[in-house]
Nanobody
Framework: RVQLVESGGGSVQAGGSLRVSCEAS????????MRWFRQVPGKAREKVAE?????????NYADSVKGRFTVSHDVAKSTLFLQMNSLKPEDTAMYLC?????????????????WGQGTQVTVSS
């Protein structure tokens, strides 16, 4: 059974930094498309960052976070990270980790099959 558990959220002032983590189990983490999304009540879920853990393709980011957020992973720990710098109040959201271990999962337009419960990030002005 696949499990994704996020951690590391919290409250920070604008301009600050946070790193959120997502520990995965039950899937082949070394060849999965891993994504970070964020969700604000009443708004559409936004894909923030994406990385293929098998390598060979660049990570990609939402325009709203480019240059401020960095996605990375540790295969030995089956953990995905999102380093968030220069945080803004509009970054306030629930941050969710999602995994797709289907063939060419990063190119599949359908939603990822596995999701975590999320970790809340709150940025105050």
């Amino acid at each position: 059974r696949v499990q994704l558990v996020e951690s590391g959220g919290g409250s920070v002032q604008a301009g600050g930094s946070l790193r959120v983590s997502c520990e995965a189990s039950g899937l082949e983490f070394s060849s999965a498309c891993m994504r970070w999304f964020r969700q604000v009540p009443g708004k559409a879920r936004e894909k923030v960052a994406e990385i293929y853990t098998g390598g060979g393709r660049p990570s990609n980011y939402a325009d709203s976070v480019k240059g401020r957020f960095t996605v990375s992973h540790d295969v030995a720990k089956s953990t995905l990270f999102l380093q968030m710098n220069s945080l803004k109040p509009e970054d306030t959201a629930m941050y969710l980790c999602a995994a797709d271990d289907r063939f060419e999962g990063c190119h599949d337009p359908t939603p990822p099959p596995y999701w975590g419960q999320g970790t809340q990030v709150t940025v105050s002005s």
